[in-house]
């Protein structure tokens, strides 16, 4: 019933920005908090930002704190992340995922989320 779609991936060089987009169907997602992971070649798959879908309290991950930002539109039902002062760490799968409730606490496992994107490719060059 619950269904993600990403968009807004691509190419950029060292320094530059981008703005990823998550669509969001399914009415009882409305009140579930969201998140964004990212997962690099060869690496984990790791926490970036989340946000609580009715207060939009956000919270981020050390590495991209300052730089991202995530955000929501609830009558468009879509969650947003952008990124500035991109690095070539940056490089990776980004996947945007949902929980079936809204939590008392930032969750930041991945284990924690029902429903997730297909994911979106971003590459920084340097």
């Known amino acids: 019933q619950v269904r993600l779609v990403e968009s807004g991936g691509g190419l950029v060089q060292a320094g530059g920005s981008l703005r990823l987009s998550c669509a969001v169907s399914?009415?009882?997602?409305?009140?579930?908090?969201m998140g964004w992971f990212r997962q690099a070649p060869g690496k984990e798959r790791e926490f970036v930002a989340a946000?609580?879908?009715?207060?939009?309290?956000?919270y981020y991950a050390d590495s991209v704190k300052g730089r991202f930002t995530i955000s929501r539109d609830n009558a468009e039902n879509t969650v947003y992340l952008q990124m500035n002062s991109l690095n070539p760490e940056d490089t990776a799968v980004y996947y945007c995922?949902?929980?079936?409730?809204?939590?008392?606490?930032?969750?930041?496992?991945?284990?924690?989320?029902?429903?997730w994107g297909q994911g979106t490719q971003v590459t920084v060059s340097s």
């Open positions: 995922a949902a929980l079936r409730y809204s939590s008392i606490i930032f969750r930041t496992r991945e284990t924690d989320y029902t429903y």
């Open positions: 399914g009415r009882t997602v409305r009140s579930g908090d």
């Open positions: 946000i609580m879908w009715n207060s939009g309290t956000t």
